[in-house]
């Protein structure tokens, strides 16, 4: 798994803070926040080395977003919208994602470290470099994804749609995919374990069993 390291040097600290926003077109940098919780729409902002701890995001949205080096720790951004952003180099950790969307993002070196990410919106969005580690995933929306190279590591994948993604060098192997929803050409070139080949039958034998 490839290791995302964020900076928290020189941080300015903001905490506790009720109903914050962000302005359009703004520029945030080196920031930590704790214990806040957020409001409101965003566009065409940057955040960058910043951090976000035991915070709410609940139903706010960001669009055209750029997103580089930043943490998200046991945070709650239920039926949070991020759409058409790029995400780089960050972190979501231990935080219910419940129903996020990243609809149509472009994401590169992104770890999601035991998340609950049930029933999110991840249709057409492209992912580089990214892994899912301990992550619930269980009715999820993938559709007309771009997964390859993707890892999901020990996840539950149950009743997921992957219809129409792309899924060459996808890495299944140790997670839950009872009920996913694919179709065969588009499993070709995925990566499996042996139960999990079993469980997806002789259609699937231009699968990599590892």
Do not use: P
């Not at 903001?14 to 945030?28: A, C, G, L, M």
């Amino acid at each position: 798994m490839k290791k995302v390291r964020i900076s928290v040097d020189n941080l300015k600290t903001i905490k506790d803070q009720v109903n914050y926003s962000f302005e359009d077109e703004s520029f945030v940098e080196k920031k930590e926040f704790i214990g806040c919780s957020f409001i409101g729409s965003t566009e065409s902002s940057e955040f960058e080395k910043n951090i976000f701890k035991n915070c709410s995001l609940k139903d706010i949205r960001f669009n055209d977003f750029f997103i580089k080096n930043v943490g998200f720790d046991n945070c709650y951004a239920h039926n949070t919208l991020i759409k058409a952003s790029k995400i780089v180099c960050s972190i979501f950790k231990n935080s219910k994602l419940l129903g996020i969307s990243f609809n149509s993002c472009i994401g590169v070196d992104i770890n999601f470290i035991n998340c609950n990410i049930q029933f999110a919106d991840f249709r057409n969005i492209k992912l580089t470099g990214t892994v899912f580690k301990d992550c619930n995933l269980r009715e999820a929306d993938f559709q007309s994804a771009d997964l390859r190279g993707v890892v999901f590591k020990n996840c539950d994948l149950r009743e997921t749609q992957f219809s129409f993604a792309k899924l060459t060098n996808t890495n299944f192997s140790g997670s839950k995919i009872e009920g996913i929803k694919v179709q065969y050409e588009n499993l070709q070139g995925a990566v499996v374990d042996y139960n999990q080949a079993a469980y997806l039958g002789s259609k699937y034998l231009k699968l990599r069993i590892e």
